[in-house]
């Protein structure tokens, strides 16, 4: 599995400057629509981008928002006949639901490197996301504050760390992985646990203690619940502690010191999709210089393309420890992933 230029200025200072139209499905009586986007990107990301799209297109485009996992289950289901593109989602959720996709090669993707893109170009990369720790500062002094997977885990954040269900967000089951890989990593090896999993799954049951044993509905509410002060620290991904930060929140982020991973997120036609056409127009539209350039200035994410700039206030992704995240891994043992992590809920 392979995973994806910056150009026209002008369209940041458009986009910052444009009314905002709503994304979610429109009444019953404007349902008509040229291209149905299903998205679980955070909404004013979407909103910005579709809503330039539509000016240059002058396509009516639908957006139906939610979590990665529920848009991928009601596909799977066959309840997205309308469906034209899924835009969001880890690469291992897209890669596990690969035949939900029509592949598609973007003249676009040739600025994406081959490791963010899928090489049959069923699914290309959008940004791509590290995982990361956030937390309160303004409740959560600077002595205390969580430097690494394993400091969660602390008496004195136990039952106060958000976290969104890995079931239902492709983030969430993304660093459900990478903690494992971390711990597994940072332990040495013995007959009784040669690769290190069974430790990586230690610090996940202890993790189970620090969110309460209840994981959030969707990733959006994780960064949410901390900027508010409602939970003193969570786990992410980088953006949305960017996105906390450019509201005006006390959010501060880090980057464990045991290691992260940086898996794109990506954009994919959806096999069957009534609007063809205007599905390759957006996804060439989604992957080109113009969004690139936005979705670094204006919403700090790091974009798929090789010769996008480091959003500023971000560190370079060479100076973040990431640790060998087994890709093909996370997506041949995520029924058993989740099936495990499952179980640790209801037991605990």
Request: net charge negative; aromatic share 8%.
């Amino acid at each position: 599995m392979t995973i994806a230029r910056l150009a026209a200025a002008g369209l940041a200072a458009a986009l910052v400057s444009a009314t905002i139209l709503a994304c979610s499905p429109r009444p019953p009586e404007d349902r008509a629509a040229d291209l149905v986007v299903y998205s679980s990107h955070p909404e004013d990301l979407a909103k910005a981008i579709v809503d330039e799209f539509r000016e240059r297109t002058g396509l009516r485009v639908r957006v139906v928002s939610d979590g990665t996992g529920a848009l991928l289950a009601r596909l799977g289901r066959g309840e997205g006949p309308d469906a034209d593109v899924l835009w969001g989602g880890g690469a291992e959720s897209l890669v596990a639901n690969i035949g939900l996709f029509e592949a598609y090669a973007s003249p676009e993707r040739e600025a994406i490197p081959r490791s963010l893109r899928d090489e049959d170009g069923y699914w290309t990369g959008f940004t791509v996301l590290p995982m990361v720790i956030i937390y309160n500062a303004r409740l959560v002094p600077e002595a205390a504050a969580p430097r690494s997977w394993a400091d969660l885990l602390s008496p004195a954040l136990q039952g106060s760390v958000a976290y969104a269900d890995p079931s239902a967000s492709g983030s969430s089951y993304t660093i459900l992985r990478t903690m494992i890989v971390a711990s597994s990593a940072a332990v040495a090896s013995s007959a009784a646990d040669p690769d290190g999993t069974e430790s990586g799954w230690r610090l996940v049951e202890g993790f189970i203690g620090a969110i309460g044993g209840e994981p959030l509905a969707e990733s959006a509410m994780v960064y949410k619940g901390v900027a508010a002060g409602e939970y003193l620290a969570g786990a992410t991904y980088e953006n949305a502690g960017a996105d906390a930060r450019r509201l005006g929140s006390d959010v501060s982020v880090v980057y464990p010191l045991e290691g992260t991973s940086a898996v794109p997120d990506g954009v994919a036609i959806i096999r069957g999709a009534p609007h063809p056409e205007a599905a390759r127009r957006f996804v060439d539209f989604a992957l080109g210089g113009d969004v690139a350039r936005v979705v670094t200035a204006r919403f700090k994410r790091r974009s798929a393309r090789s010769d996008a700039p480091v959003p500023d206030g971000l560190p370079p992704l060479d100076s973040i420890r990431l640790v060998d995240y087994d890709f093909d891994a996370a997506v041949t043992r995520r029924e058993a992933t989740l099936g495990r992590f499952k179980a640790l809920l209801s037991g605990y």
